[in-house]
T-cell receptor, first 115, second 113 residues
Framework: AQSVAQPEDQVNVAEGNPLTVKCTYSVSGNPYLFWYVQYPNRGLQFLLKYITGDNLVKGSYGFEAEFNKSQTSFHLKKPSALVSDSALYFC?????????????FGTGTRLKVLA | DTGVSQDPRHKITKRGQNVTFRCDPISEHNRLYWYRQTLGQGPEFLTYFQNEAQLEKSRLLSDRFSAERPKGSFSTLEIQRTEQGDSAMYLCATPGGAWDEQYFGPGTRLTVT
């Protein structure tokens, strides 16, 4: 069965400091991994995706994520946090096997960047 | 604005009533997903369409839920005999773009009283 875990309900970080939002997953076969962001009163927006290739994936707004197959993790990172990064972040996974359509989302991590 | 629209944006209904939501996806996207999101949770997969074919449906759904995409364009999600536990945000999404990312609509917030 597919699953995603986001172990932290909330992450607080000072503006200008690096941030990490954690995600681990379980899926049969190779994973397709995603990060989405949800700002208050706005819909979910795509940040980045890992399919194959380089383990470090770069996405929108300066975010990047590192795929670690041995640890089944896909942590979201940013070198220098901005107050405007404060939002709810969701990790998602889908299996890559033919006929697999279902996306599984984590419960979300609220990021609070303090000025 | 992702180009995916949903109607209505808010729906308040009494327990036992039927409700229907509509999703209009980005026109060139032939795949469509429905999700349900409750407070403090991530989106939960409900069903998936490729064109007009419903290829997967969550086993978590009871028979009270049904979805259609009759012409492979817009889609409807109907909930019959609503229960208070159905109160949630119902999201529609269509994959596309260079990374096959999902474009989410703004959602329909359902409140069952």
């Amino acid at each position: 069965a597919q699953s995603v875990a986001q172990p932290e309900d909330q992450v607080n970080v000072a503006e200008g400091n690096p941030l990490t939002v954690k995600c681990t997953y379980s899926v049969s076969g190779n994973p397709y991994l995603f990060w989405y962001v949800q700002y208050p009163n706005r819909g979910l927006q795509f940040l980045l995706k890992y399919i194959t290739g380089d383990n470090l994936v770069k996405g929108s707004y300066g975010f990047e994520a590192e795929f670690n197959k041995s640890q089944t993790s896909f942590h979201l990172k940013k070198p220098s946090a901005l107050v405007s990064d404060s939002a709810l972040y969701f990790c998602a996974v889908r299996g890559s096997r033919s006929g697999t359509y279902k996306y599984i989302f984590g419960t979300g991590t609220r990021l609070k960047v303090l000025a | 604005d992702t180009g995916v629209s949903q109607d209505p944006r808010h729906k308040i209904t009494k327990r036992g009533q039927n409700v229907t939501f509509r999703c209009d996806p980005i026109s060139e996207h032939n795949r469509l997903y429905w999700y349900r999101q409750t407070l403090g949770q991530g989106p939960e997969f409900l069903t998936y369409f490729q064109n007009e074919a419903q290829l997967e449906k969550s086993r978590l759904l009871s028979d009270r839920f049904s979805a259609e995409r009759p012409k492979g364009s817009f889609s409807t999600l109907e909930i019959q005999r609503t229960e208070q536990g159905d109160s949630a945000m119902y999201l529609c999404a269509t994959p596309g773009g260079a990374w096959d990312e999902q474009y989410f609509g703004p959602g329909t917030r359902l409140t069952v009283t």
